[in-house]
């Protein structure tokens, strides 16, 4: 279909490289302080905003590419998520059920560090059930809603500096 795809044998791998003509637009993501703040303490190697859709988004010099390492879901992020992967979920609100299933991810928001009860900023607002299944998990900054509660299910798990509030139904 005109796109030309390159094939690069590396040990252990093949790297592809499909080249597609026409412009890319890059997209300048304007960040409040909070997510600047939390962003450039820890900076991630994915990124999730509900807003996304496709394309390339470039935060303070870095560039994510949607689909590879930019996600308007949580789940998909986690999906793609390999072990040492560090996720910061953009203020919103996000209704998937999410399984953290590679171990040694960080999962933040803009209230990374932000203890429950201090001043918080916008909120990433997670509604449905996270279950963890693997070691060496964080979630930091992050707000559990409605039926946004957290399963755990393996050791070494680290839930700081949330605000939870879940759903009075049983």
Same mark, same amino acid.
């Not at 999730?48 to 496709?54: E, I, L, M, R």
């Given at each position: 279909?005109?796109?030309?795809?390159?094939?690069?044998?590396k040990e252990n791998c093949t790297l592809y490289a499909k080249w597609v003509?026409?412009?890319i637009t890059i997209t300048e993501v304007e960040l409040p302080n909070a997510d600047l703040e939390a962003i450039e303490t820890t900076l991630p190697t994915k990124i +999730? *905003?509900?807003?996304?859709?496709?394309g390339i988004y470039?935060?303070? !010099?870095?560039? @994510?590419?949607? !689909?590879? *390492?930019?996600?308007?879901?949580?789940?998909d992020a986690l999906v793609a998520a390999t072990e040492g992967d560090k996720? @910061?979920?953009f203020n919103g609100t996000y209704s998937d059920s999410l399984t953290v299933a590679t171990s040694? +991810?960080?999962l933040y928001g803009p209230n990374y560090n932000v203890h429950g009860n201090e001043t918080?900023? =916008? =909120?990433?607002?997670?509604?449905?059930?996270?279950?963890?299944?693997?070691?060496?998990?964080?979630?930091n900054g992050l707000k559990f809603t409605s039926a946004g509660n957290i399963k755990v299910g393996a050791n070494n798990v680290t839930i700081t500096n949330i605000y939870m509030k879940p759903s009075t139904t049983v």
């Open positions: 279909s005109g796109n030309v795809i390159t094939v690069v044998p003509k026409g412009n +999730v *905003n509900a807003s996304f859709t496709s470039s935060i303070n !010099g870095a560039n @994510y590419v949607f !689909g590879s *390492n930019a996600f308007a879901k949580v789940s996720i @910061y979920v040694n +991810v960080l918080r900023n =916008e =909120e990433a607002n997670i509604t449905a059930l996270t279950t963890i299944n693997a070691v060496n998990v964080t979630i």
